[in-house]
């Protein structure tokens, strides 16, 4: 059964920083570009970042510089480090194996100002 499972989401001050993990079945994790997305209320979800297999990177302009996705092929689980946080910020994270229809429940990231 393929599954994907966001955690680390929270309420956290303008300026802080969060760790946001998306443990993955082995099936899904070693076949796939990982990738992380997020939707706020009343917005489409959108892009923010991708790792393949072999650890290349890409991010939507909107978060380069600040943060920061990493894949753990050994724990199956994809990280995104997020630092700097904005109160535009605040949104439902999501995991996604890139392209594919697998996706995570969402983990809700709060900024406050």
């Known amino acids: 059964q393929v599954q994907l499972v966001e955690s680390g989401g929270g309420l956290v001050q303008s300026g802080g920083s969060l760790r946001l993990s998306c443990a993955s079945s082995?099936?899904?994790?070693?076949?796939?570009?990982m990738a992380w997305y997020r939707q706020a209320p009343g917005k489409q979800r959108a892009f923010l970042a991708t790792v393949t297999i072999g650890g290349t990177t890409n991010y939507a302009d909107s978060v380069k510089g600040r943060f920061t996705i990493s894949r753990d092929n050994a724990e199956n689980t994809v990280y995104l480090q997020m630092n700097n946080l904005k109160p535009e910020d605040t949104a439902v994270y999501y995991c996604?194996?890139?392209?594919?229809?697998?996706w995570g429940q969402g983990t809700q990231v709060t900024v406050s100002s």
């Open positions: 996604n194996a890139w392209g594919s229809q697998y």
């Open positions: 082995r099936s899904i994790f070693s076949l796939y570009t």
